[in-house]
Every structure is written in structure tokens, then in C-alpha cells.
């Protein structure tokens, strides 16, 4: 039992909000590079690609945010963290089409999707073992 205890307080000490999260600090410079880049795509974009791109990898950060605000129902915390793996996997797309409409150059296309890897694999880990993010039932 106090095992438990002091695992849920070294949580709380690493990340005390969702804006402590590695995951989320990686989702959030990645957005924001994006958001940057696409400020030069065609302007014909502007309400398609633009939109969705910056839409969906922001979306990743919006639910990770409520996933962590739903850490005392694990269903739930899993459920958020499932819709941040599935927005940072659109976000892949839309580099894939800003990419083949040579919209972004190869270096800042590789860097987004390394970091959109990570991302995912982080969030998958954390869909793995939601009992070491989850807070206790209190009785």
C-alpha cells in the first residue's frame, strides 16, 4: 500500500499539470512548428490543409490536456489518450500531403515526423499503464 502511495506522490512531483508532461511539451513545439511552416503554404490551402493540419496537431495537445484531467476514471483517461494517438496520426497525413505538394522541405518534413513518432509511441506507452497516471480510488 505505501508503495503505491509514494509511486502516485513521484507522479504528482514529475507532473503536477498536464503542461509537466514530456508528451505534451514535445505535442505543443511540434504544433507550433507547424503552425509557423504553414503560414507559407499557398494560400489557396488556407481553409483545407492549412486548417486540418494545424486543427489536428493541436487537437493532440487539447486532448492530452482533458486526458489528464480524467485520470480519476482510467477508462476515460484512456479513451482522451486514444483520440491524442489518432489526431497525432492525422497530423502524419497532412505532413504526408504538405510534403508531396512540396509544401514542406524534406528537413522540416523528417523533423515533424520523427517527432510525431515519438509522440505516438509515448502516448501509446502511457495507454499501456494508465495505473501509473491514474490517481487511486480514494476509500
Not at 60 to 84: I, Q
Not at 111 to 118: A, C, I, M, R, T
Request: net charge positive.
Amino acid at each position: 500500500m505505501k508503495s503505491e502511495s509514494k509511486e502516485s506522490m513521484e507522479i504528482n512531483k514529475v507532473a503536477k499539470g498536464f503542461r509537466d508532461l514530456n508528451v505534451y511539451k514535445l505535442a505543443f513545439d511540434a504544433a507550433m512548428i507547424i503552425f509557423e511552416l504553414s503560414k507559407m503554404w499557398p494560400k489557396e490551402e488556407k481553409y483545407s490543409a492549412v486548417d486540418q493540419i494545424r486543427r489536428s496537431s493541436r487537437s493532440v495537445c487539447a486532448n492530452l490536456a482533458e486526458a489528464w484531467r480524467k485520470r480519476r476514471y482510467p477508462a476515460h483517461f484512456v479513451s482522451k489518450l486514444s483520440d491524442a494517438d489518432s489526431e497525432a496520426a492525422e497530423t502524419e497525413v497532412w505532413l504526408d500531403f504538405g510534403f508531396n505538394c512540396m509544401y514542406l522541405e524534406q528537413q522540416n518534413y523528417d523533423l515533424l515526423k520523427v517527432q510525431y513518432d515519438h509522440i505516438e509511441r509515448m502516448i501509446t506507452k502511457m495507454i499501456k499503464s494508465p495505473e501509473k497516471w491514474c490517481e487511486k480510488a480514494k476509500k
